[in-house]
Structure formats: structure tokens, C-alpha cells
């Protein structure tokens, strides 16, 4: 079936850096979501990207559609530490019917020891 | 502005007791969905509906069952619970249009079968 590579699997973030993660699949989608996970709670809805090309801004984050429609990206620009916990990328791919989300396994995101 | 809410939130079992989880929406979300969470394993997807009284399996059925009498709700049971059921489930809904606006999720039930 599908999948979706997503990398880094953890990473560790001080204060103002700024932060990359992508995802990338051999398959073809026609949409690209990016949630957030805090500790507890369920995946929350960051950024929905629906264009080849497509760059999209929520505040301090910003995500991409590839060109090539099989990969995405997220860029955190000057993390704080409620940046932490876990980040998921999801895959559409819809034709006719119905199609369910494709989930990357997460970028855990932990501060700095 | 419930959204989804899942019940319970915390839950231990013996081996081979049974349960049910339920998730109720109130957004007249066509479609529902049962996840399980396990660390390093992403979300996987146990089982969804597409309406009412109806059911699909998904990437992980095996050992659960569903049931969707009422729009509103999808129960997820496990008739004999092993310790391999141990995780975090998370119930989410999308609307008709589908998941190109993306799910909503519950804040999920930690279950542990000892």
C-alpha cells in the first residue's frame, strides 16, 4: 500500500532555531496535510497544502507541496518551546471516491537538554 | 464546540476481558475513523465508516469490531483483550467532502491490557 517516509524521526530544538522535517512517499497525492500532536492530546490540524508548488504560512510555520507531488515540507522558523511534541504529514490521494489520510510516523520534537 | 470526544480517556484491562470505546461527534461528519497509536508506528488506521451503518476494515482490523447504529457515534469493542492491544486509540471524523479538509481528532483513550 502507500506510505510515507517522513524524516527526521526526533529531533531536539533549542529556543530561536529554526526547524526543517519533510515527507516523502513513491506515490502521487492530490493533497498534503501537516498536524501537530501535543503530549496527551490528539493530532491537531496545522496546514492543509492542495496545489503542485503550493507554499502556505500559519504564523511561524510554513509548508510546501512538492512539484513533483510526492513529498512535502515543514519549516518552523524561531521555535519556542511550546514547539514541542509530535508532527505529522498526511497524504490524499482522491479520484472518484472517497479516499482515507496516509500518515507519516512523526518528527518528535524535544528541546534541548 | 465539543467535536469529537472519546470515552474513556483511561482504561486498564486483564487479558481477555472485552470493551467498548465509544467516540461521538457533533459536526454531522459523514465519515469516522478508529486509530490506534504506538511509539515509532505513526497512526494506524484499525477501522472507518463512511455513513451510517456502515464499516470497513482497515490497516489493522484484526481483534476489534465496530459498529455505526447512529451518525453521531462509532464504537470500537475488543471482545478478548491481549496485551498486544496495549495503546493509545484515537477516534477522528471528516466531513462528505472528505479528508481534503482533514480529520478531526479526539484526544484519544489510553488503554493497557495487563
Known amino acids: 500500500g502507500q506510505q510515507l517516509n517522513q524524516s527526521p524521526q526526533s529531533m531536539f530544538i533549542q529556543e530561536g532555531e529554526d526547524v526543517s522535517m519533510n515527507c516523502t512517499s513513491s506515490?502521487?497525492?492530490?493533497?498534503w496535510l501537516w498536524y501537530k500532536q501535543d503530549p496527551g492530546e490528539g493530532p491537531v490540524l496545522l496546514i492543509a497544502?492542495?496545489?503542485?508548488?503550493e507554499l502556505t504560512s500559519n504564523g511561524r510555520l510554513t509548508a510546501q507541496f512538492g512539484i513533483t507531488r510526492k513529498d512535502s515540507f515543514l519549516n518552523i522558523s524561531a521555535s519556542i518551546p511550546s514547539d514541542v511534541g509530535i508532527y505529522f504529514c498526511a497524504g490524499l490521494n482522491y479520484g472518484g471516491s472517497q479516499g482515507n489520510l496516509i500518515f507519516g510516523k512523526g518528527t518528535k520534537l524535544s528541546v534541548k537538554p | 464546540n465539543a467535536g469529537v470526544t472519546q470515552t474513556p480517556k483511561f482504561r486498564v484491562l486483564k487479558t481477555g476481558q472485552s470493551m467498548t470505546l465509544l467516540c461521538a461527534q457533533d459536526m454531522n461528519h459523514e465519515y469516522m475513523y478508529w486509530y490506534r497509536q504506538d511509539p515509532g508506528m505513526g497512526l494506524r488506521l484499525i477501522h472507518y465508516?463512511?455513513?451510517?451503518?456502515?464499516?470497513a476494515k482497515g490497516e489493522v482490523p484484526d481483534g476489534y469490531n465496530v459498529s455505526r447504529l447512529k451518525k453521531q457515534n462509532f464504537l470500537l469493542g475488543l471482545e478478548s483483550a491481549a496485551p498486544s492491544q496495549t495503546s493509545v486509540y484515537f477516534c477522528a471524523s471528516s466531513s462528505r467532502q472528505g479528508a481534503i479538509y482533514g480529520y478531526t481528532f479526539g484526544s484519544g483513550t489510553r488503554l493497557t491490557v495487563v
Open positions: 497544502l492542495y496545489k503542485a508548488g
Open positions: 506515490s502521487i497525492f492530490n493533497t
Open positions: 465508516s463512511v455513513g451510517e451503518g456502515t464499516t
